[in-house]
C-alpha cells in the first residue's frame, strides 16, 4: 500500500509546523525524511500514526483518506516507532511485543498460536529473543529501541513509520535494523539524522527546512554539497561509498557555513 501526503499543513499556537507538505511514498519502499532540529520531521510523522491531525491536506493510504477509516482499521494499517513511544511500567520484553497485536484482538482475548510464533520471530530478527523474559525498564536504551521496533513489527502493518528509531544503537544494530527495514517489503517513511545512514538505506529522501519540503528524489539527487550547506550549515565532501556507490558526506569539524 502507498503512502501520500497532500499539501499537509499544521498550524499551532500561531505557528506553522509544516508548510503544505506533498510527499509520496511508494509501496515497497523506504522514504527518509532529514532536515535540521525543528524543521517538522516529527510532526508530519504524528499526522500519519494519528497522534495530531492536519490543520489542512490529507494523508492518503492507498485511496482512502486516513481520518475518514475506523481507528481500528488504521492502527492495523500503519505502525509507528516513536520517540515518546517508551513503556512506563515494567512489562517482560515478551509482554511488550505482543502489545503489538492489540488491533487484531478482541477485549482480553489470548493470543493464537501463530500470534506467539509471530512474537518469537520478531524478537529474534531484532536479537532480543534472549530478553524475552526481563522487564524493560532494566534494558539499556538501545535495548529498547529494539523491542518497540518488534512490537511495530508484529502488528503486522502495511505501513511503517520511524521516527529516529537509530538512536541508542550500536553500529552493529543499526545496520541490522535499516537492513531489516530494506527487506521488509513494507512501504516504510522514517526520520533519520544521519545523513549518511539515510543514503544508504533509503530509496528515496525529502529534506524539510522551516517545515517546507526543499527537496526530494534519490540521495544521490539530494545530498548535494550546495544543499548541506543550505539546509544544515556544515561544509562537507560528497563522496561514492567504494562498495555501494551511495552518496557519503565527510565532514570538517571547525568548518561552518
Same mark, same amino acid.
Given at each position: *500500500?502507498? +503512502? ?8 499551532? !499556537?500561531?505557528?506553522t +509546523?509544516?508548510?503544505?507538505l ?13 532536515g535540521?532540529?525543528g524543521?517538522?520531521? &516529527?510532526?508530519? #510523522?504524528?499526522? %500519519? ?5 492536519? /490543520? /489542512?491536506?490529507?494523508?492518503?493510504l ?5 481520518t475518514?477509516?475506523?481507528? =481500528? ?7 509507528a *516507532? ?5 513503556? !512506563?511500567? !515494567?512489562f ?5 511485543v ?7 484482538l =478482541?477485549?482480553?482475548?489470548a493470543? &493464537?498460536?501463530?500470534?506467539?510464533? +509471530?512474537?518469537?520471530?520478531? *524478537?529474534?530478527q ?6 524475552? $523474559? ?5 534494558l539499556?536504551?538501545?535495548?529498547? $529501541?529494539?523491542?518497540? #521496533?518488534? =512490537?511495530a #513489527? ?6 511503517l513509520v520511524l521516527d529516529?528509531?537509530t538512536?541508542?544503537?550500536d ?12 527487506g ?16 544508504a538505506?533509503? !530509496?528515496?529522501?525529502?529534506?524539510l527546512? $522551516?517545515?517546507?519540503l526543499?527537496? &526530494?528524489?534519490?540521495?544521490?539527487e539530494?545530498?548535494?554539497t550546495?544543499?548541506v550547506?543550505? %539546509?544544515?550549515? %556544515? ?13 557519503? +558526506?565527510?565532514? /570538517? ?5
Amino acid at each position: *500500500m502507498d +503512502l501520500r501526503l497532500d499539501e499537509l499543513s499544521v498550524v499551532t !499556537d500561531g505557528r506553522t +509546523l509544516v508548510r503544505a507538505l506533498s510527499l509520496e511514498v511508494a509501496e515497497g519502499q523506504v522514504v527518509g525524511l532529514v532536515g535540521p532540529n525543528g524543521s517538522g520531521k &516529527s510532526t508530519a #510523522l504524528r499526522c %500519519v500514526y494519528r497522534a495530531l491531525r492536519p /490543520s /489542512s491536506g490529507t494523508v492518503w493510504l492507498g485511496e482512502q483518506d486516513l481520518t475518514r477509516l475506523p481507528l =481500528r482499521h488504521s492502527a492495523r494499517t500503519v505502525a509507528a *516507532m516513536t520517540q515518546d513511544g517508551g513503556v !512506563d511500567f !515494567d512489562f517482560t520484553v515478551e509482554e511488550v511485543v505482543a502489545l503489538g497485536r492489540a488491533p487484531h484482538l =478482541r477485549g482480553n482475548q489470548a493470543l &493464537s498460536g501463530r500470534e506467539r510464533e +509471530l512474537c518469537e520471530r520478531a *524478537m529474534d530478527q531484532l536479537d532480543i529473543g534472549h530478553l524475552a $523474559q526481563r522487564g524493560v525498564l532494566t534494558l539499556s536504551g538501545g535495548e529498547r $529501541q529494539r523491542v518497540l #521496533l518488534a =512490537r511495530a #513489527l508484529v502488528q503486522e502493518p502495511k505501513i511503517l513509520v520511524l521516527d529516529e528509531p537509530t538512536n541508542h544503537l550500536d553500529v552493529r544494530h543499526q545496520v541490522d535494523l535499516l537492513s531489516l527495514l530494506r527487506g521488509s517489503g513494507l512501504t516504510v517513511l522514517v526520520v533519520l539524522h544521519d545523513l549518511n545512514l539515510a543514503a544508504a538505506a533509503c !530509496d528515496r529522501l525529502g529534506v524539510l527546512s $522551516q517545515g517546507r519540503l526543499v527537496a &526530494s528524489g534519490a540521495p544521490a539527487e539530494v545530498l548535494t554539497t550546495q544543499l548541506v550547506g543550505d %539546509v544544515f550549515g %556544515v561544509r562537507a565532501s560528497v563522496v561514492p561509498h567504494p562498495l555501494t556507490g551511495d552518496p557519503q +558526506l565527510l565532514y /570538517s569539524l571547525n568548518s561552518t557555513c
